[in-house]
């Protein structure tokens, strides 16, 4: 390690750069003045080179043996550290511009609402910064950085990684701001029973569904769809909450309210992670079996297919006897095989969602 350090015009030397002129003056060898310092000769070699940086300690005996200021030594150190610290942002932000390329600026301007910054990529960086909360966007590459992915990560790359962290950060982000009480599972499956009741309500549910979920403790975020990150939701534990997060990656209602009572199995199961669409292991599958027959009774869906009769009129009949919206009955039938999805006339139950963060 160099003694002293150029960036552009600016310079800065270590201390020890100004000490090796000291002992060079002074005639002594540099274990002499080691022991003058009441130092190791090893340690005032680290010191010379630039390798270790000036304690107080050493700065105090500078200072006496040499009828200067501690101030003066510890500057001189402040003063090397400071241009250190600008070389290491530097080598940063060319990191980040390449993280940059893989998050694609544009799509957080149109989301959420950052300002338009064409061709001014350092202030892009800075933006998405201060939107994720991380000092660099290169911790957007860690798969664990916040949750488990329950998903190999042989299946994802790094684009997919990156950009699914990108809105884990935002949701943890949010849940934080979100003022909620304590997690009480008790609570929280009163809530989801509530919650069942507002299949129906899909201009007003989000709010409902909200301010209960937070009385038991969990932090309901919804997030518009990241291309890219094919994150459908996800669930993590923060200090005395738990954030559920879904995102509108696909806009029927019948998908959004499986993919959150999906997310609530997780959290029932205490298996926090994030959700990808497709075939995935044993706990996604569990957490499928749960939401299905949460938001559609087993029983009572099996004798409605017992009957043979899946028209438009016969599916609003049904909904309305589980209280259900006839949407979420659709799909069910749809994903059984039951009835096509290219049958337009049972596209009029299609409720379409696209639920964007305020």
Same mark, same amino acid.
């Given at each position: 390690?160099?003694?002293?350090?150029?960036?552009? *015009?600016?310079?800065?030397?270590?201390?020890?750069?100004?000490?090796?002129?000291?002992?060079?003056?002074?005639?002594?060898?540099?274990?002499?003045?080691?022991?003058?310092?009441?130092?190791?000769?090893?340690?005032?070699?680290?010191?010379?080179?630039?390798?270790? !940086?000036?304690?107080?300690?050493?700065? &105090?005996?500078?200072?006496?043996?040499?009828?200067?200021?501690?101030?003066?030594?510890?500057?001189?150190?402040?003063? %090397?550290?400071?241009?250190?610290?600008?070389?290491?942002?530097?080598?940063?932000?060319?990191?980040?511009?390449?993280?940059?390329?893989?998050?694609?600026?544009?799509?957080? !301007?149109?989301?959420?609402?950052?300002?338009?910054?064409?061709?001014?990529?350092?202030?892009?960086? %800075?933006?998405?910064?201060?939107?994720?909360?991380?000092?660099?966007?290169?911790?957007?590459?860690?798969?664990?950085?916040?949750?488990?992915?329950?998903?190999?990560?042989?299946?994802?790359?790094?684009?997919?990684?990156?950009?699914?962290?990108?809105?884990?950060?935002?949701?943890?982000?949010?849940?934080?701001?979100?003022?909620?009480?304590?997690?009480?599972?008790?609570?929280?499956? *009163?809530?989801?029973? %509530?919650?069942?009741?507002?299949?129906?309500?899909?201009?007003?549910?989000?709010?409902?569904?909200?301010?209960?979920?937070? *009385?038991?403790?969990?932090?309901?975020?919804?997030?518009?769809?990241?291309?890219?990150?094919?994150?459908?939701?996800?669930?993590?534990?923060?200090?005395?909450?738990?954030?559920?997060?879904? &995102?509108?990656?696909?806009?029927?209602?019948?998908?959004?309210?499986?993919?959150?009572?999906?997310?609530?199995?997780?959290?029932?199961?205490?298996?926090?992670?994030?959700?990808?669409?497709?075939?995935?292991?044993?706990? *996604?599958?569990?957490?499928?079996? %749960?939401?299905?027959?949460?938001?559609?009774?087993?029983?009572?869906?099996?004798?409605?297919?017992?009957?043979?009769?899946?028209?438009?009129?016969?599916?609003?009949?049904?909904?309305?006897?589980?209280?259900?919206?006839?949407?979420?009955?659709?799909?069910?039938?749809?994903?059984?095989?039951?009835?096509?999805?290219?049958?337009?006339?049972?596209?009029?139950?299609?409720?379409?969602?696209?639920?964007?963060?305020?």
């Amino acid at each position: 390690m160099s003694n002293y350090i150029e960036i552009g *015009e600016k310079i800065a030397f270590h201390p020890g750069y100004y000490i090796e002129e000291i002992v060079e003056y002074s005639g002594l060898t540099q274990e002499d003045y080691a022991k003058r310092l009441d130092t190791t000769p090893k340690n005032l070699s680290e010191l010379i080179n630039g390798n270790q !940086r000036l304690s107080i300690d050493m700065a &105090s005996k500078l200072s006496r043996l040499m009828g200067t200021s501690v101030e003066y030594w510890l500057n001189l150190q402040c003063a %090397y550290d400071s241009l250190i610290g600008e070389r290491n942002s530097q080598e940063v932000l060319r990191e980040d511009r390449e993280v940059l390329r893989l998050l694609r600026y544009s799509d957080f !301007r149109d989301l959420f609402g950052l300002p338009d910054l064409p061709r001014r990529i350092s202030e892009q960086i %800075y933006k998405l910064r201060e939107l994720f909360e991380v000092s660099s966007l290169t911790v957007l590459r860690k798969p664990s950085l916040a949750v488990n992915f329950r998903r190999s990560r042989n299946e994802l790359n790094e684009q997919n990684i990156v950009r699914t962290n990108a809105m884990i950060q935002i949701a943890i982000n949010r849940a934080l701001e979100m003022e909620t009480e304590k997690f009480n599972e008790e609570k929280f499956r *009163e809530a989801i029973d %509530y919650g069942l009741t507002l299949t129906t309500k899909h201009g007003e549910f989000l709010p409902l569904l909200r301010e209960r979920f937070g *009385e038991a403790g969990v932090a309901f975020v919804v997030l518009p769809n990241l291309p890219g990150s094919k994150i459908n939701g996800a669930t993590k534990k923060l200090e005395n909450k738990i954030m559920l997060m879904v &995102s509108d990656r696909n806009l029927h209602s019948d998908i959004f309210w499986f993919i959150l009572f999906h997310e609530i199995g997780h959290i029932l199961a205490k298996d926090h992670g994030v959700s990808y669409a497709g075939k995935r292991g044993d706990k *996604e599958t569990k957490a499928d079996v %749960y939401a299905k027959n949460k938001l559609i009774p087993q029983e009572k869906y099996e004798h409605f297919v017992s009957k043979k009769n899946f028209t438009v009129d016969a599916i609003i009949g049904f909904a309305k006897e589980i209280d259900r919206d006839p949407g979420l009955v659709l799909g069910r039938l749809r994903k059984d095989e039951y009835v096509p999805y290219d049958s337009v006339a049972h596209n009029q139950l299609v409720v379409n969602y696209k639920v964007v963060p305020a």
